[in-house]
Nanobody, 117 residues
Framework: QVQLVESGGGLVQPGGSLRLSCAASGFTFSSYSMMWYRRAPGKERELVAEITTTGDRTNYANSVKGRFTISRDNDKNTFYLQMNNLKPEDTAVYYC??????????WGQGTQVTVSS
């Protein structure tokens, strides 16, 4: 059974940091590119960051460049999103996703991140 389980969300003050984790099981993790998406209230889902199967390339939304870092550990079947200098506009439900061009896409259940003083 395919599972993606996010953790690490919560409430943080502006300027603070959080680290999201996504633990994968039920599929060959190292064969999938991994992404973090987010959906803020009243807005469409947005791709935040993505990382290739080996972790050699990453890509970020302009709104998070220089503040967020995506990484993965293929030995642990886990990937991460380090979020620094958080802003109120980063408030959203964050979803992890795995994608393989031949096998399709899997989604996590989401974790809430709230940035507020």
């Amino acid at each position: 059974q395919v599972q993606l389980v996010e953790s690490g969300g919560g409430l943080v003050q502006p300027g603070g940091s959080l680290r999201l984790s996504c633990a994968a099981s039920g599929f060959t993790f190292s064969s999938y590119s991994m992404m973090w998406y987010r959906r803020a209230p009243g807005k469409e889902r947005e791709l935040v960051a993505e990382i290739t199967t080996t972790g050699d390339r990453t890509n970020y939304a302009n709104s998070v460049k220089g503040r967020f870092t995506i990484s993965r550990d293929n030995d642990k079947n886990t990937f991460y999103l380090q979020m620094n200098n958080l802003k109120p506009e980063d408030t959203a439900v964050y979803y992890c996703s795995a994608y393989n061009v031949y096998r399709g896409r899997h989604w996590g259940q989401g974790t809430q991140v709230t940035v507020s003083s």
